[in-house]
C-alpha cells in the first residue's frame, strides 16, 4: 500500500542528483518535504514501485544518447536511506538497458 501520498521525483544539481520531494494534495505546489536520492550518481529517468512494504527505483545512468546499464536501489522509506542493488536487466544487451531506459514498472 503506497501512503497515499504523491511524489515528484526530478533530477537537480546540474543532472547530479535525484530529488525526491512531496506534492500539495492538490498537486501544484511542494511541502517542506524532500530528500536528496544518491547524491553525484548521474540518474535520470527514474521508475518507482513499491512492493512488500520495499520502494524499489530503476534509473539509467546521465550518457546523453549513449545507451548504459540500468540501475536500481530500494529503501524501506520514500525517504531513504537508498541502496544500490545493480543492474535489474538480465539477457542479451543487459548492460545497454536493451538500448532503452526506463519509463515505468509494468505489473505482471
Known amino acids: ?5 504523491t511524489y515528484l521525483i526530478h533530477s ?17 505546489d511542494f511541502t517542506e518535504k524532500w ?3 544518491a547524491p553525484a550518481g548521474h540518474n535520470e529517468a527514474p521508475a518507482i514501485f513499491k512492493k512488500d512494504g520495499i ?4 534509473t539509467s ?6 545507451p548504459n546499464e540500468a540501475r536500481s536501489f530500494k529503501s524501506n522509506s520514500i525517504w531513504g536511506p537508498w541502496e544500490s542493488i ?12 536493451f538500448h532503452s531506459q526506463s519509463t515505468y514498472i509494468l505489473p505482471a
Open 86 to 97: 545493480g543492474n535489474p536487466c538480465t539477457g542479451k544487451d543487459a548492460d545497454l538497458t
Open 61 to 66: 545512468g546521465c550518457t546523453g544518447w549513449e
Open 55 to 58: 520502494y524499489y527505483m530503476i
Open 1 to 5: 500500500m503506497w501512503d497515499e501520498k
Open 35 to 37: 530528500t536528496r536520492m
Open 12 to 28: 537537480s544539481e546540474e543532472n547530479l542528483t535525484l530529488h525526491i520531494s512531496e506534492l500539495t494534495d492538490d498537486y501544484l
